[in-house]
Structure formats: structure tokens, C-alpha cells
């Protein structure tokens, strides 16, 4: 027997969309990176499928991320958060700030969920939201900006989805394994930026 509903929610990424509808109402935390949060930050580092979606070239020894993390009290040009899901804070990924201009107002945002449960359940949205929220409040930045790679459509629409634009196609931009890939700039500008 069909279950009522699942004719409607049936098509592309419709499983994702039941996921989403189940996690919408759990509250979605940006907690500042802390010692809690390494074990899984350098899991999802080291994790193939994610190095390739976020172009990293080599994984990271227990050493190297260490120094890493001792090192980031004193960068001021970068921004780290947790993603804690929930009244239990369930660590499902992390999303940043990455060279925080002060002078010109505009950082880059990254953000991994590598959870592959809390994947595509629009966590990944409500995240960006959140740090737009921050970089445009508390730090008064005025222009985010994310680089996606042309084969992660679902980073993508995660971006478009948060207020993003695209505005450029940077073509054979990155050497990979079995060659070069597109990537997407995107950007959103504070409403104040555009003379709003
Ligand atoms: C990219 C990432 C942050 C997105 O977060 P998320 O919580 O999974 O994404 P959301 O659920 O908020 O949104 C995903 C959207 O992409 C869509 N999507 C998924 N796969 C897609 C595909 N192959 N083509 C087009 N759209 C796709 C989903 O349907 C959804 O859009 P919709 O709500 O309009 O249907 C997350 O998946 C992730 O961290 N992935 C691994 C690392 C990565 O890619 N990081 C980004 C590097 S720039």
C-alpha cells in the first residue's frame, strides 16, 4: 500500500526533501570551533569523497591539525563554527569565514556538513544563513563570497538557496585527478553594500 503523501514527495532528491521536513524544526546551532570538535573536524579532512568536494590535496596527520587549531586563536582573518544539531548538540559539520578582509568588508565562506545522515536535509542552508547573519551583524562585513566546484551542484543551490548569486564560471579553474574542473564564484552583498 502507498503510504499518503509519498506520491507527492516522489522525484528528484525526494528523499532528501522527507529529511529535510523531519530536520526544519531541530535547532541548528554555530558554536566557535573548540577542542570538543577536532576528532570529527579532521575525520571529515581525511574523508576521500569529501576532499574531492572541497579540493583538498592531502590529508591532515593528527600533528598538522593540532598546530592547526592551536594556531587559529591567533589568526583574526578566519572564523571557525561548529555545527550542532539539536538539544543534544550532535556535531554534523562546520562551516567558516576564510580570509576575513576588515579593509575592503568581504570574507569567503566554506562549509563542510560531513555528516552523511544530516546531508541534504537543508542543513547545509540554514547554516550559511546563520553565518551571513554573523558576518553581516556582529563582524560588519558587507560581501560574502564561496567558491563551488562545477561538478557539486548540490553546494551549489545550498549557496543560492542562502541568498548567493552566481556571478562568474571560472573555466578549467582546478587541476584534479583526472583533469581540470569549472568552478562557480558566488556572492551575496549586504542590502547597506549596494548603497541600500
Ligand atoms: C554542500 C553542502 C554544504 C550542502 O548542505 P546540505 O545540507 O546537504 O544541503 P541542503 O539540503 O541545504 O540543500 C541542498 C540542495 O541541493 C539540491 N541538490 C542535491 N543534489 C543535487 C544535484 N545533484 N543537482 C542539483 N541540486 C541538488 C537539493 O535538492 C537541495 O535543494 P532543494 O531544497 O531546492 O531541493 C553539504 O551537502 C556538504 O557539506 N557536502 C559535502 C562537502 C561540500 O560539498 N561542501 C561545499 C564545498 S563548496
Known sequence: MTAIGSEREAGPFAAERRAENVVAAVPLRLQRLDASHLAATRRWANDPELMRLLDRAEPV???????WFAALTHQSDRRYFALEL??????VGNAWLWQIDRRHAKAEVRIVVGEAAAQGAGIGTRALEAIAEIAFGELGLTRLYAYTLGFNPRARRAFEKAGFVVEGLLKNDRRLADGFCDVYLLGRNHLSRCGG
Open 61 to 67: 596527520s593528527e600533528a598538522e591539525h593540532a598546530a
Open 86 to 91: 539539536g538539544d543534544e548538540r550532535r556535531h
